[in-house]
């Protein structure tokens, strides 16, 4: 039994060391109708996240945070001279894969965002 919990214990401890956050990511979002680019490197370390996200030529820093399979990153941007911050909430579907919500302040719009890891 022991020996069984040991192997328990290292293949969750292997299985969160596959999820990191830590590359470079593609991001495409969706939020009312507008499809939106990104290319986010991200940086892992322990539970916090950092990084730049660059949308359209400019890169933005980014900061977040990671707790248990879910990420939650923002950065900030722009549209019409009015300040953004983006703020993107996921789950890893694989090693390589995050899905879930886009909320776009102030304007509290919300949407949905897909990240692939790039190789």
């Not at 919990?5 to 507008?34: C, F, H, K, P, R």
């Not at 879910?70 to 549209?79: A, D, I, P, S, W």
């Not at 703020?87 to 694989?94: P, Q």
């Not at 090693?95 to 190789?119: H, I, M, R, W």
Request: glycine share 10%; hydrophobic share 40%.
């Amino acid at each position: 039994m022991k020996f069984f919990l040991m192997m328990l214990a290292a293949a969750t401890v292997a299985l969160a060391a596959d999820n990191s956050i830590t590359g470079t990511w593609d991001v495409q979002t969706e939020v009312m109708g507008n499809v939106g680019t990104a290319v986010c490197t991200l940086k892992q370390d322990g539970n916090k996240v950092t990084g730049k996200c660059t949308v359209e030529g400019v890169a933005q820093d980014v900061t977040g945070e990671i707790a248990d399979q879910k990420v939650t990153f923002q950065h900030g941007g722009e549209y019409n001279g009015e300040a953004l911050t983006i703020t993107y909430s996921g789950t890893f579907e694989s090693a390589t894969s995050l899905t879930g919500e886009v909320n776009v302040k102030p304007f509290d719009v919300s949407g949905t965002f897909k990240a692939k890891k790039k190789e």
